[in-house]
């Protein structure tokens, strides 16, 4: 599994491993312990990992709350998933991933051998893989779609298209898709995010950013490896995306694909 973590305060990219020692208590895998998590019908949510939001290198800190978890529902009905995150020891699941009928429907793909239990709990570390420099055409766009491109200048934005286009041309060898400015260009280009930057609104409808579509932000990234024991769940070329509101604590689940 390949899992990054995307610091917005530092611009900066970390990878985080299972099986590092960590002092702040960042932990992969274990069964969800926050109320909440336990669903009417269906088998347990899947905890990815719980972060310790007091570290500075995860860039995030949500009010009243330090631990944050990220959790997925294999084999759910949609695809995506929407939670809020209400305290350290409680959660809101807001979308429902199941239903009776689809868990009772036996020529669905969806039965219980092989289905993969909870992942053994063990600490996880946090490593820096690299900063983003917004002047580098290649981080541009790779992840433009997640830091921005609001640092530059307009007439530095449009020498940095230039730089942007000419670079993807020598490194693929064929021309990018057109865009009128760098800002389209940076959220449009699929770089780190398999299609493109999700832009969704928070999905808890109390909360200000519900009306607002691109106010949740990419905070992690999960890729499965062949080892893994859930791999077949998100595939050889799916991602889980995962967004958080800051406001309320929100998090909305994408499991994209190629
Ligand atoms: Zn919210």
């Known amino acids: 599994m390949i899992a990054h973590l995307f610091n ?28 909440g998590t336990v669903l009417p019908v269906g088998p347990p949510l899947h905890l990815f990992f719980t972060l310790n939001l007091t570290d500075p290198r995860v860039g995030l800190r949500l009010p009243r709350r330090k631990w944050l978890p990220f959790f997925y529902p294999f084999r759910n009905i949609h695809g995506e998933f929407a939670y809020r995150v209400v305290s350290d020891g409680r959660v809101e699941v807001l979308s429902k991933p199941y239903s009776a009928a689809y868990l009772a429907d036996e020529s669905e793909w969806f039965h219980w051998p092989g289905f993969p239990r909870g992942c053994r ?12 420099d917004v002047h580098d ?21 449009e020498a940095a298209k230039e730089r942007l286009e000419n670079w993807y041309r020598e490194s693929f060898e064929s021309e990018m898709n057109s865009f009128d400015s760098l800002d389209e260009l ?13 832009r969704s609104k928070c999905p808890n409808r109390k909360c200000r950013n519900h009306k607002r579509p691109g106010s949740m932000e990419v905070v992690l990234t999960i890729i499965a490896d062949e080892g893994d024991s859930f791999a077949a769940e998100i595939g050889d070329t799916g991602q889980l995306i995962y967004e958080v509101c800051r406001i309320c604590g929100s998090v909305f689940v994408h499991n994209q694909c190629t």
Do not use: M, N
Not at 17 to 35: D, I, Y
């Open 8 to 35: 917005r305060v530092e611009a900066a990219v970390y990878f985080v491993t299972p099986g590092k020692r960590s002092k702040w208590g960042h932990t992969f895998g274990g069964l969800p312990s926050h109320r």
């Open 121 to 132: 709990r063990r600490s996880a570390g946090l490593e820096k893989k690299q900063d983003y």
């Open 137 to 157: 055409p290649e981080d541009v766009y790779w992840l433009g779609c997640i830091f921005g491109v609001a640092a530059l200048s307009a007439s530095e934005k």
């Open 186 to 198: 940076a959220a449009e280009s699929s770089g780190f995010l398999v299609q493109g930057l999700p």
